[in-house]
């Protein structure tokens, strides 16, 4: 059975980090990018990050380049997403997802249930 379990969210002030955790199993680990997406009641689910699978490749979209870094553990099939100074308007249910491919409009294969992060000022 695939399975993606977020975790790591919660609340933080504006200026803050938190650190997402994705922890994957039950499909080849390796075969597969993993992206982070967020959504917020309202508005469309924003892709914000993905790494590829084996060459370390990264994308970030414009809204968190320079704050957020996504990593990638192969050995323990974790993917992380380090987010430091954080906004009010990074306040959303962030998920991972799996694909061959990355999609940053949400074409993934499979989908976490999601981790809620909460910024307050």
């Known amino acids: 059975e695939v399975q993606l379990v977020e975790s790591g969210g919660g609340f933080v002030q504006a200026g803050g980090s938190l650190r997402l955790s994705c922890a994957a199993s039950?499909?080849?680990?390796?075969?597969?990018?993993i992206g982070w997406f967020r959504q917020t009641p309202g508005k469309e689910r924003e892709g914000i990050s993905c790494?590829?699978?084996?060459?370390?490749?990264?994308w970030y979209a414009d809204s968190v380049k320079g704050r957020f870094t996504i990593s990638k553990d192969n050995v323990k099939n974790m993917v992380y997403l380090q987010m430091n100074s954080l906004k009010l308007e990074d306040t959303a249910v962030y998920y991972c997802?799996?694909?061959?491919?990355?999609?940053?409009?949400?074409?993934?294969?499979?989908w976490g249930k999601g981790t809620l992060v909460t910024v307050s000022a």
């Open positions: 039950g499909f080849t680990f390796d075969d597969y990018t």
């Open positions: 997802a799996a694909a061959p491919l990355c999609d940053p409009e949400g074409f993934m294969d499979y």
């Open positions: 790494t590829s699978s084996s060459y370390g490749s990264t």
